[in-house]
């Protein structure tokens, strides 16, 4: 069983920036998937930016609509994926889940990831 807890989330002006944290614990695998997907009220998810960690190498993969203003890294010494987002908009506002697949294969898709956090509320304001 892997855990996931987020946290970074808060209220913030258009135009600022945040930086959340998906910290990881349970059993540790050499190769996984994480990723960060979000969704706003009244909103399906929407896939943010992801990680595959395969032990030698590092993959990243972002939404169309980032646009180079997030960034999403990890320190493995502390389990831990980052997400730091730039140039926030109010279109930002969601709840930011931290997802995990510890099955590396084929195409990155979050959709098959099997562990999900509780989420953090971004909310940027006008």
């Known amino acids: 069983q892997v855990q996931l807890v987020e946290s970074g989330g808060g209220l913030v002006q258009a135009g600022g920036s945040l930086r959340l944290s998906c910290a990881a614990s349970?059993?540790?695998?050499?190769?996984?998937?994480m990723g960060w997907i979000r969704q706003a009220p009244g909103k399906e998810r929407e896939f943010v930016a992801g990680?595959?960690?395969?032990?030698?190498?590092?993959?990243?993969y972002y939404g169309n609509f980032v646009r180079g203003r997030f960034i999403v890294s990890k320190d493995s010494a502390k389990n831990t994926v980052y997400l730091q987002m730039n140039n926030l908009a109010p279109d930002d506002t969601a709840v930011y889940y931290c997802?995990?697949?510890?099955?590396?294969?084929?195409?990155?898709?979050?959709?098959?990831?099997?562990?999900w956090g509780q989420g953090t509320q971004v909310t940027v304001s006008s």
């Open positions: 997802s995990a697949s510890t099955s590396v294969s084929g195409h990155y898709d979050y959709k098959t990831h099997d562990y």
């Open positions: 349970g059993r540790t695998f050499s190769s996984y998937d």
């Open positions: 990680i595959r960690w395969t032990g030698s190498t590092i993959s990243t």
